[in-house]
């Protein structure tokens, strides 16, 4: 059974992925749920700075870490985040490169 797969919860898809960096981003950032948008702007539309970018992988890893093994974001990768569905492509990517290893 590969790694990713160890979690009763299956897989992480792309469905999950975006639910979490959704319920993540409201609740760093205090945000309406409603703001939150896959066309968001992180820093012009919901303020986000880069210590809340930071969080927001943290909590993303905390929430699947444990159905993607081995999965991380670099820091650096942040820099490059302008929206959310930009936060979901690199989340998407880690995933993909820690199941390829």
Request: glycine share 6%; aromatic share 2%; proline share 3%.
């Amino acid at each position: 059974m590969p790694a990713e797969t160890h979690s009763h919860l299956g897989p992480v898809g792309e469905d999950d992925v975006e639910r979490v960096v959704r319920e993540q981003l409201v609740e760093i950032l205090g945000v309406d749920p409603d703001l939150v948008t896959l066309d968001t702007r992180l820093r012009e539309d919901l303020d986000a700075d880069d210590f809340a970018l930071i969080d927001l992988v943290e909590g993303v890893i905390a929430e699947l870490g444990e159905r993607s093994v081995g999965f991380s974001i670099d820091d650096d990768d942040l820099v490059e985040l302008r929206t959310v569905r930009d936060a979901v492509e690199c989340v998407l990517a880690g995933i993909r490169s820690a199941s390829s290893s």
